[in-house]
């Protein structure tokens, strides 16, 4: 008894010291700009939706330690003006820019409402003048929620992750273009590997399976990503897609994780997942660096170019699909 105690004592500390080094040596990528470079968004307006949490929230971080004006595009003000409040002390905190409350400057940090499951709440957002957009960031997300519709009747996750992201890159383009040169940034999954576009059922109203849907929307993103990039040939507008790994955030929330799971749950995601800031560093190199200026319509995973399957490069689909999702937010030629 006592010998099967100490086996089984040795084992957990043996699998628990594996796991801390996985931790140390394991997802992360290289720190691109950390500790340097403090300037090299000076003057260059940012929107990043979905800014209030995980990969959002770190890459405001970063892009404003970086000198940019950021907003905050969110669809829960309060939510998103206690980040603001928090974001504006770490980055004071750390000796970065001073931030003012809400007006156009460098280094500044301004929230707006912004909901992508709701038409009306994408158009209404793009009404409010700026002046300029350098750079677009369609970053926010819903994960594998159950069966819901937004506003104007479509799935959810096709709705918010992909259609509320259309009509907002749609309208912000003339803004972009006259900006140029300027960038637009699209977060993906690597799950897009699981999905399909069925043009028959697009809002999933016969077998929804909210696996299969998350994966059809971020596969949505990069078909949009790949044909936007054919359609801004010669403007000087790029736009890239990106994965950003296992990252410990927020997304998680409609999955339900039996109590007795949830410590396991934890000590895998703390050891194999990466912070939040590492996942966010593709989205901050493609928004800043300047390695990738003038590079258009490629998937790119921990700052390097990778390769997509068939289904994601089909021109066929990403052409119909751009011409359905037209006619699904009313967008008229
Ligand atoms: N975490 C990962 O492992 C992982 C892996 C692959 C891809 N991604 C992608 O990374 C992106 C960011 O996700 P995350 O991991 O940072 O998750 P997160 O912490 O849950 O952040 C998602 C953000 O999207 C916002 N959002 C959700 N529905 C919205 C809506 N209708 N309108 C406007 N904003 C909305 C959320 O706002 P609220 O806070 O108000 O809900 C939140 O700010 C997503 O596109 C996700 O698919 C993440």
Redesign the pocket.
């Known amino acids: 008894m006592a010998v099967a105690t100490v086996a089984a004592l040795l084992a957990a500390l043996g699998g628990a010291l594996w796991l801390a080094a996985r931790r140390f040596v394991g997802p992360s990528v290289k720190r691109l700009h950390r500790g340097g470079d403090s300037g090299l968004m000076h003057g260059k307006t940012v929107l990043i939706?979905?800014?209030?949490?995980?990969?959002?929230?770190?890459t405001a971080a970063e892009l404003l330690r970086l000198g940019a004006r950021v907003i905050m595009?969110?669809?829960?003000r309060t939510?998103?003006e206690e980040?603001a409040v928090q974001l504006r002390r770490e980055i004071c905190q750390a000796g970065g820019p001073e931030l003012g409350p809400d007006s156009s400057g460098a280094g500044e940090l301004v929230v707006k409402e912004?909901?992508?499951?709701?038409l009306r709440?994408v158009r209404s957002f793009c009404q409010e003048e700026e002046p300029r957009l350098d750079v677009l960031i369609?970053?926010?997300?819903?994960?594998q929620c159950p069966y819901m519709k937004?506003e104007d009747g479509f799935e959810?996750q096709f709705?918010?992750?992909h259609l509320?992201h259309f009509l907002l890159t749609n309208l912000l383009l003339g803004l972009l273009k006259s900006s140029a040169p300027s960038r637009i940034v699209v977060?993906?999954?690597?799950?897009y590997k699981y999905g399909d576009i069925n043009f028959e059922d697009l809002n999933s109203e016969q077998n929804y399976n909210k696996r299969f849907c998350?994966s059809r929307?971020?596969l949505a993103?990069i078909l949009f990503t790949r044909e936007l990039a054919r359609r801004l040939e010669g403007t000087n507008v790029t736009v890239n897609v990106l994965?950003?790994?296992?990252?410990?955030?927020?997304?998680?929330?409609h999955i339900h994780i039996p109590l007795l799971v949830k410590p396991l749950f934890n000590l895998v995601t703390w050891a194999f997942?990466?912070t939040?800031l590492e996942?966010?560093q593709t989205s901050i190199y493609l928004a800043s660096s300047p390695e990738v200026e003038g590079v258009s319509g490629k998937y790119f995973g921990d700052c390097k170019e990778e390769e997509l399957l068939p289904k994601a490069m089909d021109e066929s689909v990403a052409g119909k699909l751009w011409d359905v999702s037209e006619v699904m937010v009313g967008i008229l030629k």
């Open positions: 939706t979905g800014a209030n949490s995980g990969l959002g929230r770190a595009g969110c669809r829960d939510r998103a980040a912004l909901d992508l499951a709701s709440s369609n970053n926010a997300g819903i994960f937004t959810m709705g918010v992750n509320g977060v993906t999954s690597k799950l998350y929307s971020k993103n994965h950003p790994g296992m990252v410990r955030t927020n997304l998680g929330r997942f990466k939040p996942g966010a």
